[in-house]
């Protein structure tokens, strides 16, 4: 049995108090899960991070409220971080009642939905409070009954007292364990005996959902909210000149028209303060229609903006990026990666002598593999609620760190942060960009200029033009082999616009003597930001298409080879860095192999291919199969392995993998956004495609790895594999090797 | 601006609103029936689905003053408690990801269930196929559609 300490240098991660009319609540402090790293000594912190969040209420007629501490975009935490408490809580889940957590102060620590964290930063601090819960309620029942506490038995939110016969519920007992004191180590349940986690629950808010009830930013109002909306420039590397509103400010609900600054000169941006354009051209008026309408009669004449510089907050001081101001076009970003890709670059990792290997070697396989710009399309657009007066601020909206864009908002309106009330909505997608806090401080300055509450607006067209992308990448993949076939070395070289895409110590590093790991890159003005597995998407499309096409350049079976190089690395691994557990990437491979028949005569009528991959901490595998239809080669079935240790709420995982399989194919096939003089060539869905239902997949059978790790990530593992696995079934279809996404494109110029 | 009538739901009501405002940012903005979801205002991805007269239409392109005496259906007048076999299978096979395209996703399921009580999976991808989904929840929507079928 686990035990876990609830206090560190004598600071309770834990606090108690009792409830007006009756009951207790337990808060649990942010700074909990950050102990979690060991890498920030909690001590540390300034005093008021100790402030408490995410809570149990347990009223005296015995109801029992769990608050969900993180922002919830799709990725079930709503329901599956509740019933980690309920569990070491003891209680019938079906009686529990989940609510959304405040997320209103910075003080509460890092509240953030993304690189698939939730679960993983919650575990212990969740399981914490739910255990030592019971255990003050427990030492209440024992006081008031006058029975030592050791022979007392919890089960589903009821103490039994087996030899007295006694039993009570846990509101009976709950204003009393209020004031018992919060004990200093509490004893987890044994993972083989649980009830709700590692059981299949129902989303919370599945019937808010099917009945339409206002949970998403969008939906947020309040009387008198004014609609805004921003015009932002036509082309990347523009700005607004002059504008004239004289027209429509005579139309029917318009209200006013102006422009005001994102930052001023100077602001230091932190990490997600990205922005795109800094000068907003604003439209203001009574109804979305209205300011529409007027949006499209509103005069303006625009201008290169030039070069323009960026100052950047950092831990070693701030540093000034400087923008290059030029109207950028695809065809342009390719032949200039093509002129890097031949450029010495940045080293990242050297194993063995690499280049010896290569000039030695009886033969070189070389592959560029290329993708494009990716828009996150989220099906709610962006939005934002704002209600900003002179000594406080009101910001409702989708957003996947407030404790990160709740700084930036607290500088940029000089007010001090325990001012800004912040509540974060469900968000209709997230997938990395509503990590970006920019529409959130658009909002709250649109406000405090107009001087009412203001929702901010962004139509689908806005959404798709204003940046924040997955960058556009390429990388060349180098295998040398002895003249036995025997791999002996490993190059890749991956650069992009405007970050590179490798990550350099994992797989294959550390399963080839001789390996070499470069990066390069090239400024833009087209931002970019996290989606979806940042770099890892990429990485594993072309790692694990290059690895298909080096298995079969040396005879070998695409999984068995894969399994002699992760032997090489759990027994010998090369070099130091080594991100990945040999042993848990090999499971998902033996998986995925057993449970998709690979290799068996049943199944041959697919093109099959296979691809693994890890990342946040997980490891997935997947093997697609394509067959033909009307002459076009279709997924028709993907089998998929996944280990995330610990599985919470297994049906929603499983939902979870699938989704990741779909959205994988979706982007694999159609995901495209290229420019042209700066301008993006797709603003809404009538030109960039989407996966459709007919498009998806008929069957997609999901398997976890069962173990008793702790869990890891799942919103992101399985979505980077996939991308190969597609890749590696299209050449088995097609006989031809597919490196540039999106593959239709290739399709469609052979059809 | 003129004031229009409209049955929504089972009642009438008047909006003052331009003729030529599309259907859903008159439910979203006038009614504060927000069920029926903005995504793209072209039609393309079925996330304002209502049924007009029983049939799912795109409320984006739908000017209200071409509704008429037809009558208006949203996600929130479909069942009383969301107790609608479509409602109670979306709940069934845990569809909802996200969850911000279900409501027209469902609109959608509902009229081809009515239209055609027992759909092929091929009739089903047919008609779902106009609903995008960013989180990818296509496989899960089907086995509700089928599931549904089994109890209308």
Redesign the interface.
């Known amino acids: 049995m686990e035990k876990n300490k609830t206090d560190y240098n004598r600071r309770a991660f834990l606090k108690s108090t009792f409830l007006a009319g009756g009951g207790m609540m337990i808060s649990f402090s942010g700074l909990a899960k950050l102990s979690l790293e060991d890498k920030i000594n909690p001590a540390d912190l300034p005093a008021d991070w100790h402030e408490l969040t995410g809570y149990i209420k347990i009223t005296s007629d015995n109801i029992i409220k769990i608050f969900n501490p993180n922002p919830e975009?799709?990725?079930?935490v709503m329901t599956s971080l509740p019933m980690i408490v309920a569990e070491e809580l003891d209680v019938d889940w079906k009686k529990v009642v989940v609510e959304m957590g405040h997320h209103d102060n910075v003080k509460f620590g890092p509240q953030f939905a993304g690189g698939s964290n939730s679960v993983r930063m919650y575990w212990k601090p969740l399981r914490d409070a739910g255990a030592a819960a019971r255990n003050m309620l427990l030492t209440a029942a024992s006081q008031t009954w006058n029975v030592p506490v050791e022979e007392l038995t919890t089960k589903a939110g009821m103490i039994y007292h087996e030899k007295s016969g006694k039993s009570g519920t846990y509101g009976e007992f709950a204003s009393k364990a209020a004031g018992v004191s919060i004990p200093k180590e509490v004893k987890l349940k044994d993972v083989k005996n649980f009830t709700v986690v590692r059981n299949?629950q129902?989303?919370v808010?599945?019937?808010k959902?099917?009945?339409?009830?206002?949970?998403?930013g969008?939906?947020y109002?309040q009387e008198g909210t004014l609609i805004a909306m921003i015009q932002h420039p036509p082309a990347f590397g523009m700005k607004v000149k002059s504008f004239d509103a004289s027209e429509i400010l005579k139309m029917?609900g318009i209200k006013d028209v102006f422009t005001l600054k994102l930052y001023e000169d100077g602001f230091e941006q932190a990490g997600f303060d990205t922005r795109t354009f800094n000068d907003l051209l604003v439209v203001v008026g009574n109804?979305?229609?209205?300011v529409?309408n007027a949006r499209k009669k509103l005069k303006v004449s625009w201008e290169p903006k030039g070069d323009t510089k960026d100052t950047m907050a950092g831990r070693n001081g701030k540093r000034e990026v400087i923008v290059p101001g030029a109207l950028e076009s695809t065809a342009t970003h390719f032949a200039k990666m093509k002129e890097y890709a031949a450029k010495p670059a940045q080293l990242l990792r050297k194993d063995g002598d690499p280049e010896t290997a290569f000039k030695n070697a009886a033969k070189v396989l070389e592959r560029t593999y290329n993708a494009p710009f990716l828009a996150h399309?989220?099906?709610?657009?962006m939005n934002c609620f704002a209600h900003v007066t002179d000594d406080k601020a009101l910001i409702v909206g989708p957003h996947q760190a407030a404790g990160w864009i709740e700084p930036t908002l607290s500088k940029v309106l000089n007010l001090p942060a325990d001012k800004i009330d912040m509540q974060i909505t469900?968000?209709?997608?997230?997938?990395g960009l509503r990590a970006y806090g920019h529409t959130f401080v658009e909002a709250a300055l649109i406000s405090r200029k107009v001087k009412a509450p203001v929702k901010l607006v962004y139509?689908?067209e806005d959404d798709m033009t204003y940046g924040i992308y997955r960058p556009i990448y390429t990388a060349t993949y180098r295998a040398a082999f002895d003249a036995n076939k025997n791999l002996i070395a490993f190059h890749v070289k991956g650069g992009g616009i405007p970050e590179h895409p490798i990550h350099a110590n994992r797989f294959p590093a550390g399963a080839v003597d001789n390996y070499l790991a470069e990066g390069w890159e090239i400024p833009s003005n087209i931002t970019i930001g996290a989606f979806r597995a940042p770099r890892s998407n990429f990485n594993a499309a072309a790692e694990q298409s290059f690895l298909d096409e080096v298995a079969e350049a040396m005879g070998k079976d695409p999984i068995e080879f894969r399994l002699e190089l992760l032997k090489r690395a759990k027994e010998n691994p090369v070099g130091k860095n080594n991100e990945y557990d040999a042993d848990r990437y090999a499971e998902v491979l033996k998986l995925v192999k057993e449970k998709s028949g690979w290799g068996s005569a049943t199944n041959k009528q697919y093109s099959r291919g296979v691809a693994a991959y890890f990342c946040h901490n997980s490891y997935a595998a997947h093997v697609v199969d394509i067959i033909k239809k009307d002459g076009q080669p279709f997924v028709e079935r993907v089998t998929s392995a996944v280990d995330c240790g610990i599985v919470i709420n297994p049906?929603?995982a499983v939902?979870?993998v699938?989704?990741?399989?779909?959205?994988g194919i979706?982007n694999a096939l159609y995901g495209e956004l290229t420019f042209k003089e700066g301008v993006p060539e797709k603003n809404?869905?009538?030109r960039y495609r989407?996966?459709?239902?007919?498009?998806?997949?008929?069957?997609?059978d999901v398997h976890f790895v069962q173990n008793e790790i702790n869990p890891t990530g799942l919103g992101e593992p399985p979505f980077p594999p996939i991308f190969a696995a597609v890749a590696n079934a299209l050449y088995k279809s097609e006989k031809k090797r597919f490196y540039n996404q999106p593959f239709s494109n290739d399709l469609q110029k052979k059809s | 601006?003129p004031v229009i009538s409209l049955n929504v739901n089972g009642k009438t009501v008047s909006v003052d609103?331009?003729p030529?405002?599309?259907v859903l940012?008159v439910l979203?903005?006038?009614l504060?029936?927000?069920?029926?979801?903005?995504?793209?205002?072209?039609a393309?991805?079925g996330?304002c689905t209502i049924h007009l007269n029983g049939n799912a239409v795109r409320s984006c392109q739908l000017p209200v003053s071409a509704v008429g005496k037809n009558a208006i259906t949203?996600?929130?007048g479909?069942?009383e408690?969301?107790d609608h076999p479509v409602?109670k299978a979306?709940?069934e096979q845990?569809?909802?990801?996200?969850?911000?395209?279900?409501?027209g996703q469902?609109m959608t399921a509902t009229a081809l269930l009515k239209s055609n009580p027992n759909p092929t999976?091929a009739q089903?991808?047919?008609s779902?196929?106009?609903?995008?989904?960013?989180?990818?929840?296509?496989?899960?929507?089907?086995e509700a559609i089928k599931t549904a079928a089994k109890q209308m």
């Open positions: 975009f799709g990725q079930n299949s129902k989303n808010e599945g019937v959902i099917v009945t339409g009830k206002p949970l998403f969008l939906d109002t029917p109804t979305t229609w209205q529409m399309n989220c099906m709610e657009p469900r968000m209709g997608g997230g997938f139509t689908r049906d929603a939902n979870m699938q989704g990741c399989v779909v959205d979706g809404n869905f009538t989407m996966i459709r239902h007919r498009e998806a997949p008929k069957k997609i | 601006m609103a331009d030529a405002t599309p940012w979203r903005e006038h504060n029936l927000v069920g029926t979801k903005y995504g793209c205002g072209v393309q991805c996330t949203t996600i929130e479909l069942s408690n969301g409602q979306w709940i845990d569809v909802a990801q996200c969850g911000y395209c279900q409501t469902i999976d089903i991808e047919a779902m196929s106009g609903n995008i989904c960013r989180c990818g929840t296509y496989l899960r929507i089907k």
